[in-house]
């Protein structure tokens, strides 16, 4: 069974940095398109970040430059680095596992139960 654990979320101020974990099981990580994947209450799902099993990054415009995905084959791990986080970046953010999708979009197989990024300004 596909299993995606995040963590890492929390109130930071605007400005700020975090760095989100995603820790994986069920699949095989190594061969596996990632994402993450972000939704603010009210508002529809947005896509964030993706990366290739050969490393590959690809970012939204809105966090391009601020953030950066990547990923430990060895443990099994996906992360992303939030830097100078805005009001605008809080939602909750969802790991997902996205074999055989698009390199950029939402779209995917499997998303974790989340972790909240809040950023006060």
């Known amino acids: 069974e596909v299993q995606l654990v995040e963590s890492g979320g929390g109130l930071v101020q605007s400005g700020g940095s975090l760095t989100l974990s995603c820790a994986t099981s069920g699949f095989t990580f190594g061969y596996s398109r990632m994402k993450w994947v972000r939704q603010a209450p009210g508002r529809r799902l947005e896509w964030v970040s993706s990366i290739d099993r050969d490393g590959t990054t690809y970012y939204a415009d809105s966090v391009k430059g601020r953030f950066t995905i990547s990923r430990d084959n060895a443990n099994d791990t996906l992360y992303l680095q939030l830097n100078t986080l805005k009001s605008e970046d809080t939602a909750m953010y969802y790991c997902?596992?996205?074999?055989?999708?698009?390199?950029?979009?939402?779209?995917?197989?499997?998303r974790g139960q989340g972790t909240q990024v809040t950023v006060s300004s």
């Open positions: 997902a596992y996205a074999p055989g999708a698009s390199n950029i979009g939402y779209s995917y197989t499997k």
